[in-house]
C-alpha cells in the first residue's frame, strides 16, 4: 500500500470518530476493511449522522478502488453490508442505491472482472430508468468500457449510433443546470469512449462532432464548478484523451505536441487529485512512447517503455501489456533486431487473443451469473435477520420448511408417476404410429407394385419409386421417434416457430403474432414434426424473398385428430397465374401431400396472401 494512502485512510477514521486506530501499512486489505468498520461504528454510535455516514463510505471506497487494493466480489459484499443495510431503508434512496452499484462497477472494472463490472452496470441503468426514464450514462459507460477491453470498437460506435438522439441532447441539458458535477463528468466520459472509437475506425467526421458536444459541456464544468479541483481535473483529462485519439486518427504531429505538453501540466498540478496523478501517468507513458517513435527518438521511446512496464506491472488488463509488447517490437525494429521484435510482436499478439477467445466470454459471463448469485445471498440473509425477529415467525417458518419438504416429496412421486404415464403414452403412439404409417404406406407399395407386374406402364413404375421413397422416410421417422430422447409434440413445433420468427425480426424489422389453439402438449411423430416444420420455414423465406410486408401471422388450431395451421402475411401476395409454379411452393405440396394431408393457398393480392394447412396427427 502507498503511505499517502495509508495517512489518508488513518485520517478519514480520526476526523469521522473521532478514536484514531493503527492502520497496517503490511496488509492493505485488513487497513481497508478497519477504515470501512471504523465509520460504521462512528454512525452506530451516533457520532456521525446517517448522510456524512453513506457519503463517507462512499468516498473511503473510491480511495481504496484508486489505490488498487483488490476485494473479490463476495468479500465486497461482506464489507458494505451494514452499508446496504443502512441505504436500503434510508428513503429517497436513488442516489445511494446509485452509489452502492457504482462502487460495486467501479471495483470489478479495476480487477478487470468484466462479467461482474456489466452486472452492476445494468443494476444501475435499471434503476435510471425507473426514476428518471431515459438511459443511465454510468451503464452506457460500464458497456462501452466493456467493449473497450476487447477492442470492439464497432460495437461501441453501434452503441454510440443507437443513443444518438440522447446523446446529442447533453449539452442542452448541462446548460439549463439540470445535472450535477458527477453527471456531467459520466457525460464525458460517454462522449470520450464513443469518440475514441470513431476515430479507431477512421470515422473521423463523426469523431469531431462528438468533441464538439463534449467541448461544450467542458465549458460549463469550467464555469459551474471553476473551484472543483476532482471534477475539473476529470474533464480536463478526458478531453485531452479525445484530442488524442483525433490527433493519432489524422496522424497529427503538431496536434500531439501540444496534448503532451498539456497533459504534462495537469500532471504536475497542484489542483489534480493524487489518484488521478497515477493513472495519468500510466496514460501519458503510453502515449509519449507512440509520439517518440512517430519522431523517431529512441532513447525517449526506451524510457519510457521501462516506465510504463513498472506502471502495469501488476494490473490483469491484457490491452495494456498488449501494447508494451507491441511498443517494445516497434523499438526492436527499429534497431534493426528483426527476430526479436517479431518475437515480442507475437507474445503481445499471443496476449490479445487470448483476451479475446470464447473463454473469456464464458469466464465473464460466469462472474456476471456469480455476482448477481452473491447478491441474492445478501438479500436472502438481509430477508432472514428480518424472520428471526420474533418466535412466532421463527415456527412458521418450522412449519413452512416441513410442508415445502413434503411438498417435494409429493412432487417427486407425482413427477415420477408422469414419467411413467408419459412413456406409457408415448408406446402407446408409437404403436398408434406404425399402424397408422407404415401399414397403409405398405399396402398402397404392394398394390403399385402389382400392377406394374401385369403392365409395362412407365409412370406406374415412376410412381412406385417415389412411393418407395416416401416410405422410406416415414419408416426412418419412426426409427427416430424409438432412438431418440427427445418427444416431439406441437408445443415443440410451436416453439419453433417462434424462435425462428424471433431472430428473423431483428434482422428484418417485421412484427409478427402467433396465435396457439391447438392444446399443444399433444404429441406428434418425428417424421410430421420435420415436414410440418419444413413447410412454416418454407413459408416464411416466401414472405420475406418476395412480399412486402411487415406483419405475420401464424395459427394453430386442433379438433381431436385433425390440426389445421393458417399462415398469413399482410404483402402485396401475388397474381393469381403468376408464380405459383416456384420451387418453394412445389415443395410444400409435395410434403402436405407425403403427410396425406391438404394445402390450400389464397392470394389476396395487393393485401397479402394465405396459406392453409391440415393434417391428420399421428
Known amino acids: 500500500m502507498q503511505p499517502k494512502f495509508v495517512i489518508k485512510i488513518a485520517i478519514i477514521i480520526a476526523i469521522i470518530t473521532g478514536s484514531p486506530e493503527k492502520v497496517s501499512a503490511q496488509l492493505p486489505q485488513d487497513s481497508a476493511g478497519k477504515v470501512i468498520k471504523a465509520i460504521t461504528i462512528g454512525y452506530q454510535n451516533g457520532k456521525i449522522d446517517e448522510k456524512t455516514y453513506l457519503d463517507s463510505v462512499f468516498t473511503t471506497m473510491r480511495l481504496i478502488t484508486a489505490a488498487n487494493i483488490g476485494y473479490s466480489n463476495k468479500e465486497l459484499l461482506n464489507m458494505l453490508k451494514d452499508y446496504r443495510a443502512v441505504i436500503w431503508k434510508t428513503k429517497n434512496n436513488f442516489k445511494y442505491k446509485r452509489d452502492y452499484y457504482g462502487i460495486l462497477s467501479n471495483h470489478a472494472q479495476s480487477a478487470a472482472r468484466y462479467g461482474e463490472m456489466v452486472y452492476y452496470g445494468e443494476k444501475i441503468d435499471q434503476l435510471e430508468r425507473e426514476q428518471n426514464k431515459k438511459p443511465s450514462l454510468t451503464a452506457l459507460a460500464i458497456i462501452l468500457d466493456y467493449y473497450l477491453s476487447h477492442q470492439s470498437y464497432e460495437k461501441m460506435a453501434g452503441l454510440y449510433r443507437e443513443n444518438i438522439p440522447y446523446l446529442r441532447s447533453l449539452p442542452d441539458t448541462a446548460a ?3 445535472m450535477k458535477g458527477g453527471e456531467l463528468v459520466q457525460a464525458i466520459i460517454v462522449l470520450e469512449k464513443s469518440a475514441r472509437a470513431l476515430y479507431e475506425i477512421k470515422d473521423t467526421t463523426e469523431g469531431d462532432k462528438i468533441k464538439v458536444l463534449q467541448n461544450k459541456i467542458i465549458a460549463i464544468i469550467r464555469t459551474k464548478y471553476a473551484n472543483n479541483n476532482n471534477i475539473r481535473a476529470n474533464a480536463d483529462f478526458l478531453q485531452l484523451n479525445t484530442a488524442y485519439a483525433g490527433a493519432i486518427a489524422k496522424n497529427d504531429i503538431h496536434a500531439l505536441q501540444l496534448i503532451l505538453a498539456n497533459i504534462d501540466t495537469l500532471l504536475v498540478s497542484t489542483t489534480t487529485p493524487e489518484y488521478l496523478k497515477y493513472y495519468i501517468d500510466e ?4 502515449w509519449k512512447i507512440k509520439y517518440f517513435q512517430k519522431t523517431k527518438k529512441n532513447d525517449s521511446v526506451s524510457y519510457y517503455i521501462n516506465k510504463y512496464e513498472t506502471l502495469i506491472k501488476d494490473e490483469a488488463i491484457p490491452y495494456n501489456h498488449y501494447l508494451l509488447k507491441r511498443s517494445q517490437a516497434e523499438f526492436l525494429f527499429n534497431k534493426m533486431s528483426y527476430r526479436e521484435a517479431y518475437d515480442t510482436l507475437k507474445t503481445g499478439t499471443d496476449i490479445l487473443e487470448t483476451s479475446r477467445t470464447e473463454l473469456v466470454k464464458d469466464i465473464d459471463d460466469m462472474l456476471y451469473a456469480r455476482a448477481k448469485t452473491e447478491e441474492q445471498e445478501i ?3 438481509e430477508a432472514e435477520l428480518k424472520s428471526k425477529r420474533t418466535e412466532n415467525i421463527i415456527l412458521y417458518t418450522v412449519i413452512g420448511s416441513v410442508l415445502a419438504i413434503s411438498s417435494i416429496l409429493f412432487l417427486l412421486w407425482y413427477s415420477r408417476q408422469k414419467q411413467k404415464r408419459q412413456f406409457l403414452e408415448f408406446k402407446l403412439n408409437m404403436a398408434r404410429n406404425i399402424h397408422d404409417e407404415a401399414g397403409p404406406a405398405l399396402l398402397y407399395a404392394k398394390s403399385l407394385a402389382k400392377a406394374t407386374r401385369t403392365s409395362n406402364d412407365e409412370i406406374l413404375k415412376l410412381e412406385l419409386e417415389k412411393h418407395l421413397d416416401t416410405t ?10 424409438l432412438k431418440s430422447t ?13 424462435q425462428t420468427l424471433k431472430k428473423l425480426k431483428r434482422v428484418n424489422g417485421f412484427n409478427y403474432k402467433i396465435e396457439d389453439k391447438s392444446g399443444s402438449d399433444r404429441f406428434i411423430s418425428h417424421y410430421q414434426f420435420s415436414q410440418l416444420k419444413a413447410i412454416i420455414q418454407e413459408c416464411i423465406v416466401n414472405s420475406i424473398k418476395h412480399s412486402e410486408f411487415d406483419k405475420i401471422h401464424v395459427n394453430f388450431m386442433r379438433d381431436n385428430n385433425k390440426l389445421m395451421i393458417i399462415y398469413k402475411d399482410n404483402g402485396k401476395g401475388w397474381v393469381m397465374g403468376n408464380d405459383t409454379d416456384g420451387i418453394g411452393m412445389k415443395n410444400m405440396e409435395e410434403r402436405s401431400h407425403q403427410l396425406n394431408g391438404e394445402l390450400s393457398v389464397n392470394s389476396e393480392y395487393p393485401n397479402g396472401y394465405n396459406i392453409t394447412l391440415s393434417v391428420l396427427l399421428r
Open 486 to 498: 427427445e418427444l416431439h409434440s406441437l408445443s415443440s413445433l410451436i416453439k419453433m416457430t417462434d
Open 283 to 286: 496514460v501519458v507513458s503510453e
Open 379 to 381: 438479500q436472502l440473509k
Open 176 to 178: 439549463t443546470g439540470a
Open 472 to 481: 422410406m422416410s416415414t419408416i426412418r421417422g419412426l426409427s427416430h421417434d
